[in-house]
């Protein structure tokens, strides 16, 4: 692989990002306090956890994007 194709920038770039993402997000703090929001989202027995933390991506995301697509 030559260094101009190599990722490892770009996967650098990220890493920090989440890294400064995560401290200043509480983690279960923000869970709790976004349960009810949630189980109102879902209006059923949440079946797949993914979809909690695919919940809080996507109300950063919004923040920077009108669309995000996940699949």
């Known amino acids: 692989m030559s260094p ?3 990722e ?3 996967a650098r770039r990220v890493a920090s990002a989440t ?11 923000d869970f709790a306090e976004e349960a009810a929001f949630l189980a109102w989202i879902y ?3 949440m079946g797949e956890p993914p979809g909690i933390p ?3 991506m996507c ?7 009108s669309v ?3 699949g």
């Open 8 to 10: 490892l920038h770009y």
């Open 43 to 45: 209006d059923e027995p």
């Open 19 to 29: 890294a400064r993402a995560s401290r200043n997000h509480g983690g279960f703090k």
């Open 68 to 70: 995000m697509l996940c």
């Open 59 to 65: 109300r950063e995301a919004k923040k920077h994007v």
């Open 4 to 6: 101009s194709s190599a």
């Open 54 to 56: 695919t919940y809080f």
